[in-house]
């Protein structure tokens, strides 16, 4: 009877462990089932928000506008057949319809209506819906934080962008790749807003850690070198920012493709770099490489096309050849405008840039409306401390100078000056050359006691950050030798002239601007020195070059060097020889400087 109660409670606890077995089976299988059924959600979730990315990101303010366009004049016209409008009074209206409506940037129409009716929305629809699902939100924020930087929309893309770096620190950890290009894509977008010091440590950092969690040659630590690169540049620190550019190139070329999106960007941050270092004929080679491969590769009507096309402008611009410029600069300008609006932040730097090129050629009426045009914008769409606009309000400085309005002049480039050592630093080229076009203001209104410690300060500081043979320096060797002209110090003056002089035809080439410029100065000098047969000669022997070079407001160049020749022609009897120089010299200044001027003035003395 023992033994049986035994095996009954044997088989009481077998059916007992059976049943619980039964029961763990059935949990098992219950969690199992709903860990299926949350992953089969998630990745419903995933394909779902992928989609939705995929669909945000394309959307495109220029094709947009185009289709805007299209079906406002199709409709007005299928209103008047509608209205009974005869044939050829139809035609006239539509005609005059459409005239007026191409006063309208469809492209900005089209991308406020975005903001508007899809972006706006899409963002409020991401706060409510996904609340609980923080990696689909942090994705659909980054993807929307990306478009608002492309349209040039900075402040709207700052909140977006920070949130998703937060969202996918906290859920994904620091190092997966999404949090990677997140930390990237804060640091580019601080970089855009011209917040510089700001972006150059987290772009560090975001490349340091992709190349520990991703390898060194994985894409995203690739851009990153890049983005990092060309911060560099903007900064100033430009032999930094080539070691970079070069290393993500070569890497690139190999991992990503010669044609690649990312390379193509790459070398033109690369000859942006080279540029600002003064090694002109390099860069000249690398951005028509570039240009060239983007056309091919991207299309002609690609921002990144229409970026290529404006840096080789601005090559040209760099290296003297203003006329060969201008037609570069103004197919981007056309471009810009066309494809990303009249207040895209890249749009107005084409402005500006067409601008600097057009009162470097000596057409200063024509430059005036686009530098105004170029810093009352960039006030507007970026800020008054960007560096952006303050190399707008520099160059419109320059001209107004040019254009005899001084005290505007001198507002704007004091203005300027303050801050751009604020924003960028003392050490900055941009601060030194700002600077150094103080100098120049204040020389040629000839307050040289002012103008003299600040020309041999900007000489002192782009030696030392430039370098001795770097295109600004010889600049600024030459702008030093002119006060020191004016204020009667000849020799000494002769000695900086002689310097530019040499320089500009070993650095920058015999038939550079500023090879001319600093000849005719060189002449002038001597002249003043009572050395008037070397002077001639000097003259003589650029002559021809500066006639063909300089025209427009440049022609004052022209009638200087026949004013001084003139002097000289006169200390050494040759009167009529003399009056033949001065005389044509005359009209030449009034045109490209107005009667009250300096130099016409003193024209009419030697007369």
């Not at 009162?359 to 960039?378: C, F, I, S």
Request: proline share 3%; charged share 30%.
């Amino acid at each position: 009877l023992a033994a049986s109660a035994v095996a009954a409670a044997l088989v009481v606890g077998a059916v007992a462990f059976a049943w619980q077995a039964k029961v763990a089976r059935g949990q098992r299988d219950r969690a199992v089932a709903a860990e299926g059924q949350a992953q089969k959600r998630a990745e419903e979730l995933r394909k779902v928000s992928d989609f939705q990315a995929a669909m945000l990101a394309q959307v495109d303010p220029a094709t947009a506008g185009r289709m805007l366009t299209k079906e406002v004049t199709e409709g007005f016209e299928r209103a008047l057949v509608q209205a009974g409008v005869p044939e050829r009074a139809r035609a006239a209206q539509v005609a005059g319809f459409t005239g007026q409506w191409s006063r309208v940037n469809a492209t900005d129409a089209a991308r406020n209506l975005i903001d508007l009716t899809v972006l706006k929305p899409a963002v409020r629809a991401i706060d409510t819906r996904f609340a609980d699902q923080p990696a689909v939100d942090a994705q659909l924020r980054q993807v929307l934080a990306d478009l608002y930087k492309t349209l040039g929309l900075y402040e709207a893309a700052q909140p977006l962008q920070d949130r998703a770096l937060e969202t996918r620190r906290r859920v994904l950890g620091e190092e997966r790749e999404e949090t990677l290009r997140s930390l990237g894509a804060r640091g580019d977008l601080l970089r855009a807003q011209g917040r510089l010091n700001e972006a150059e440590p987290i772009l560090r950092d975001a490349m340091e850690r992709s190349r520990r969690a991703l390898g060194p040659e994985h894409p995203f630590t690739l851009v990153s070198l890049n983005n990092l690169g060309y911060v560099l540049h903007l900064q100033g620190r430009n032999a930094e920012a080539e070691a970079l550019c070069r290393e993500a190139l070569g890497k690139m070329q190999r991992v990503l493709g010669e044609d690649h999106r990312e390379t193509l960007a790459t070398m033109g941050n690369l000859a942006l770099a080279l540029q600002a270092l003064g090694r002109l004929e390099e860069a000249e080679a690398v951005y028509r490489d570039s240009l060239a491969r983007h056309r091919r590769a991207l299309g002609e009507e690609a921002p990144e096309t229409v970026i290529a096309i404006s840096n080789l402008g601005n090559l040209l611009l760099a290296r003297g050849r203003f006329v060969e410029a201008e037609p570069f600069l103004r197919e981007a300008l056309e471009k810009f405008r066309r494809v990303l609006g009249e207040e895209h932040p890249d749009t107005i730097v084409a402005i500006n840039n067409l601008g600097y090129d057009l009162q470097y050629q000596g057409k200063l009426a024509e430059a005036e409306p686009y530098q105004r045009e170029a810093v009352e914008k960039n006030r507007r769409a970026i800020g008054a401390d960007h560096p952006n606009t303050l190399a707008a309000m520099n160059n419109l400085a320059l001209l107004l100078q040019d254009l005899n309005k001084y005290d505007e002049a001198e507002r704007l480039l004091r203005e300027a000056l303050g801050a751009r050592r604020r924003v960028l630093g003392e050490e900055h080229p941009d601060t030194i050359a700002t600077l150094g076009n103080l100098g120049r203001f204040l020389q040629a209104v000839d307050r040289l006691a002012e103008a003299e410690p600040v020309l041999r300060e900007t000489l002192e500081k782009k030696r030392r950050v430039r370098g001795v043979d770097h295109p600004d320096t010889l600049t600024s060797i030459n702008n030093y030798g002119v006060v020191l002209e004016a204020m009667g110090r000849l020799v000494e003056a002769e000695t900086y002239y002689r310097d530019a002089m040499e320089k500009c035809r070993r650095v920058l080439g015999e038939e550079h601007p500023n090879t001319f410029i600093t000849t005719i100065n060189t002449g002038g000098v001597l002249q003043a020195q009572g050395r008037n047969a070397e002077a001639v000669k000097v003259l003589d022997g650029v002559e021809r070059a500066a006639r063909n070079a300089f025209t427009g407001a440049n022609v004052r160049w022209v009638a200087k060097l026949l004013t001084r020749r003139g002097r000289a022609w006169t200390a050494l009897g040759r009167l009529d020889t003399a009056e033949k120089d001065l005389l044509e010299a005359h009209p030449l200044f009034v045109s490209s400087r107005g009667e009250k001027h300096k130099e016409t003035r003193e024209c009419v003395q030697a007369l």
